[in-house]
C-alpha cells in the first residue's frame, strides 16, 4: 500500500528546492493562453527563474484544454507543471500533479471535502500526484471567494488566518495557501502572513494582488515560501513587473 505521508517526485522537487529559500510560481489560465501559447510563457518565465509552472484559472476549463497546455509546457521547460484544478472536469494525466486542495473557509462542504471524494479515484488511475494543501482565501478574495462561497478572511484578523493555517497543518497538510484573489488590489497583509509563519512549520504560499517588486519584497521578508503570479502576465506579459518580483525572490534566495 501507498504511504500517505511519502513524498511525491513534485512535492520532493519543492522540497529540495525550498532549501535555497523562498520559491516563484507562474499561474498560466490554459482558456487564455491555450497550447503552444502557454508553452512559450512557461519558457520565459522559467528562464527568468520561475521554479514551477501551475495552470488554472478558469471556471469550467476542460481536461482537453488543461491537456494541450501541459503538453506544450512539459516540452518548453523541465520544471514541473502542476493543476491548479477548478472541478474534476479540469484533471488531465499530461500534467505532473496537482494541489489537492481544500477551500477551508468555504461554506460549500463540495470545496472543502466532498468534491475530493468524487475525483480523488479519478487522481489515482490518472497518475497525478496530489499535493495536500490547505487553500484560505482572505479579503477582498474576487471571483474565487465568490464562486467558493467563502466567508474570506478579514484583512485584519489574524488570529482566524493564523488559526486556520495551524488546522490545516495538524490535519496534515503540507502546504498553505494564502488567497486574496486574482486581480486583488492588494496582496494578502504583511501582518497576516507574518502572524501564519510564527504559527505553522509547513511552507506558506501566497497569491493574489502581487504585481511588482514593491509586493514581493515585504511579502518575501514576513515569511512566504512561494510567490504565486498570474494576472501580471497576462495583462502585462514578462515585463518589468513580472521581472521585479522574480528579482526579489532571487534576491531573497541570494543568488
Known amino acids: 500500500m501507498t504511504d500517505p505521508t511519502a513524498r511525491g517526485r513534485v512535492e520532493q522537487y519543492l522540497a ?10 507562474t499561474l498560466i489560465d490554459p482558456d487564455k493562453s491555450p497550447g503552444e501559447k502557454a508553452g512559450a510563457i512557461a519558457r520565459g518565465a522559467v528562464a527568468l527563474g520561475s521554479h514551477l509552472i501551475l495552470l488554472g484559472g478558469s471556471t469550467g476549463i476542460s481536461r482537453e484544454v488543461v491537456g494541450a497546455a501541459a503538453k506544450a509546457v512539459k516540452s518548453s521547460v523541465k520544471v514541473p507543471v502542476v493543476i491548479f484544478p477548478e472541478g474534476p472536469g479540469s484533471l488531465a494525466p499530461e500534467a505532473d500533479g496537482l494541489l489537492f486542495m481544500s477551500l477551508l473557509n468555504s ?3 463540495d470545496f472543502v471535502i466532498r468534491s475530493h471524494a ?10 497525478l500526484e496530489p499535493i495536500p494543501l490547505g487553500y484560505l482565501v482572505i479579503a477582498p478574495g474576487m471571483r474565487v471567494g465568490e464562486v467558493g462561497e467563502v466567508d474570506a478572511v478579514a484583512r485584519d484578523d489574524l488570529s482566524l488566518a493564523a488559526g486556520y493555517a495551524l488546522a490545516a497543518q495538524l490535519l496534515g497538510m503540507r502546504f498553505v495557501y ?16 507574518a502572524a501564519v509563519r510564527r504559527a505553522i512549520d509547513i511552507p506558506i504560499v501566497v497569491g493574489g494582488g502581487i504585481r511588482s517588486a514593491a509586493d514581493a519584497a515585504p511579502l518575501l521578508a514576513a515569511g512566504a515560501s512561494a510567490l504565486v503570479t498570474g494576472t501580471i502576465t497576462e495583462d502585462e506579459g514578462l515585463g518589468d513587473g513580472f521581472r521585479g518580483i522574480l528579482e526579489e525572490v532571487r534576491r531573497a534566495r541570494g543568488s
Open 107 to 109: 461554506r460549500n462542504l
Open 118 to 127: 468524487r475525483a480523488a479515484p479519478a487522481v489515482r488511475a490518472l497518475g
Open 16 to 25: 529540495d528546492q525550498l532549501r535555497g529559500g523562498p520559491l516563484h510560481f
Open 178 to 193: 494564502l488567497e486574496a484573489g486574482s486581480g486583488a488590489p492588494a496582496p494578502v497583509p504583511v501582518p497576516m502572513l
